[in-house]
C-alpha cells in the first residue's frame, strides 16, 4: 500500500467549502493531475512506455463494484503457463478471462492493478493498469492508470508472448466512458492534459514497441456509491481544457 501524502489543498476539511475554496481547490488538483509522467516507463525508468490516460477518483469500493460490474477481471501475473494460455486463446479465437499484463511502472513501482474485459478472444481485449496516486482529492483515492486496446499478440523474447495495441489509443479512453457509464457508478468525467500527444506526423511508441496516437488528454472519472443514471453524470467541462467527447457522453455505448 503506497503512502498517501498529505496535500494542504486536496485535503478534505470538515468545515463545508464555499464556491470560491471549491473551484480552488478543483483547480490545484488539476494542476497537479497535468504534472504527472505523461507516460508509464520501464523498470529502470530509462525508456517511455503507453501514456498514462486516465484518472479514476472514488471510494475504493465504489471504483471496483464498478468496473466489476461491467465485467472487468484482475489479470494473472505473467509467467510461461500464462503465456502458452495466451497463445492458445489467441490461435483457437477462445476468451481467457485472466490474460496476464506485463509491468510497466509509475512512482517507482509496477502497477498497482492490473485488469482487462475480455471480448471474442484475448486479441482483442481492453486492459488497464492502474497505480495509486500518493494523494487524495476531497477525502476520495485517486488512481492514475492507461488504458489500451489489444488487437494481436505477438512473440516477445523476454516474455514468450505480447499483445499489439490498437494505436488509437484515445478511442479506447473515450469508450471507457460509455462502458463504465452503465455501471451507475460514474457520477462525472472530466478531461486534463498532460499525457502524451502523439501524432501521424510526429509518433512515439510503447516499449514493444508499438505505435500509438492520442491528443495528449487524460479521462478523470469520479465514482459514487450511490446509484447515478445516465442523465445525472457530470459532463465537467473544466474549461479552457473541456473536451469534444463529452458531448457524446450521453449517447456512448459499452
Known sequence: QPIVSDINLLEEEIAPLSDDELRG???AFQERLREEPCCTVNKAGTKEGDPLNIVFVGTREAIWSALVRQG???TEVNHMKSAMKTTRSFFFGSQYLYSPISPLYLYGRSQDVGI???RNSVSRRNHMRLWRAPYNFQGQEVYVG??????GVKFHKRTITTHAIDPYVDHTRDGLIG???YSEALSGVGYVSGSRVSTEEDTYYNLTPDPYYSDGYRAV???SESPVSLSDIDQLRWLPEWHPALDSTQDATP
Do not use: E, G, P, V
Not at 146 to 151: E, K, P, T
Open 146 to 151: 492507461q488504458i489500451s486496446r489489444d488487437i
Open 116 to 118: 482487462q474485459k475480455a
Open 72 to 74: 472487468w477481471h484482475a
Open 179 to 181: 462502458d463504465l457509464a
Open 221 to 223: 472519472f469520479f465514482f
Open 25 to 27: 481547490r478543483t483547480a
